[in-house]
């Protein structure tokens, strides 16, 4: 089981980007989807998370200019991110709770992350 994310990049200041991340291999089950950001010389932290039955939470730094959702019927989460500032420099990460077939308990998968650059 793996996350592949895609779609980051360099914009500049007041720009947008989406990303996107897809679970792929033996899956029973997706449950809470989300995405984490690390920028250089800090500590990993939530910018947005999604349930199955689309309950979510925003960091309050992205609240009013990124927007998560997910399609579950391909076990996908995307991230629209509009109106980006300088400090959302970083590199981006997915998450997600995954129960893999023959498991009757979740695991926490990674994505590797993708580099979103925001130039002033």
């Known amino acids: 089981v793996q996350l592949q994310a895609s779609g980051g990049g360099l914009v500049q200041s007041g720009g947008s980007l989406r990303l996107s991340c897809s679970a792929s291999?033996?899956?029973?089950?997706?449950?809470?989807m989300g995405w984490y950001r690390q920028a250089p010389g800090n500590q990993r932290e939530l910018v947005a998370t999604?349930?199955?039955?689309?309950?979510?939470n925003y960091a309050d730094s992205v609240k009013g200019r990124f927007t998560i959702s997910r399609l579950n019927a391909k076990n996908t989460v995307y991230l629209q991110m509009n109106n980006l500032k300088p400090e959302d420099t970083a590199v981006y990460y997915c998450?997600?709770?995954?129960?893999?077939?023959?498991?009757?308990?979740?695991?926490?998968?990674w994505g590797k992350g993708t580099q979103v650059t925001v130039s002033s």
């Open positions: 291999g033996s899956i029973f089950s997706v449950g809470v």
């Open positions: 998450n997600a709770d995954i129960i893999r077939v023959g498991l009757y308990y979740g695991t926490d998968i």
């Open positions: 999604i349930t199955s039955s689309g309950g979510i």
